[in-house]
């Protein structure tokens, strides 16, 4: 997981605050707050889903972890 709650960005020129992050059965539950103090949820099938959303929407890359971790074993 890269982004933590209280991440922020804009997505269809909204600002967004990731507000909560639960699991919901089988799936991921990101609730996020609007600057309007709106909350909504979506839902992920991974954490790396709901990072690539984020990134996605902040114009971010994220890092390769997989990488990172396996060149110092």
């Not at 909560?20 to 059965?25: A, L, P, Q």
């Amino acid at each position: 997981m890269h982004y933590i709650v209280g991440t922020q960005f804009v997505k269809s020129g909204k600002q967004l605050t990731l507000y909560h992050i639960s699991r919901k059965g089988e799936k991921i539950n990101y609730t996020f707050t609007e600057s309007t103090g709106n909350k909504f949820d979506l839902l992920f099938d991974s954490t790396k889903q709901a990072d690539t959303y984020i990134a996605g929407a902040r114009g971010e890359q994220l890092p390769d972890y997989k990488k990172f971790y396996g060149a110092s074993n």
